[in-house]
């Protein structure tokens, strides 16, 4: 199907950065930071939510790279998709004992990825 303006796009729930700036009362600075609580990726110009369940990573953690002419490459950031699978776990149990906290990190994480608590400065406090 081949869309022939912009408000058929939109009236298929598919906007643009621009749509949302001039249909939404934030500042661009408030619009980035809803686009990336919500966990939105942005593809081929226009903005999509993605149900965080199924996703490695939020939208911070993607970064897209020439790959050549017209080929790009998608490359995820270790240290956001580390917090991601992390931040799962503590959600799940507030208190955990240390080695038993990296064990099941590390069983959670994608395979190629470390965990690593340096991965969580400031993100989480470790008591002793």
């Not at 240290?79 to 959600?91: D, K, P, W």
């Not at 991965?119 to 470790?126: F, H, I």
Request: aromatic share 8%.
């Amino acid at each position: 199907m081949l869309l022939q303006s912009r408000e058929e796009i939109t009236a298929l729930g598919l906007y643009a950065r621009e749509d949302l700036l001039d249909n939404v009362q934030l500042s661009e600075k408030e619009l980035w930071e809803g686009l990336k609580f919500l966990a939105a990726v942005e593809i081929g110009g226009f903005w999509h939510l993605v149900d965080e369940s199924s996703l490695l990573c939020d939208s911070s953690a993607v970064s897209e790279q020439s790959g050549g002419s017209d080929s790009h490459v998608w490359e995820l950031d270790e240290r956001h998709v580390c917090s991601h699978y992390a931040n799962q776990l503590l959600s799940a149990a507030a208190k955990w004992r240390l080695d038993d906290f990296l064990e099941a990190w590390q069983q959670n994480l994608p395979s190629g990825l470390q965990a690593s608590l340096n991965l969580l400065k400031g993100e989480v406090l470790v008591e002793n």
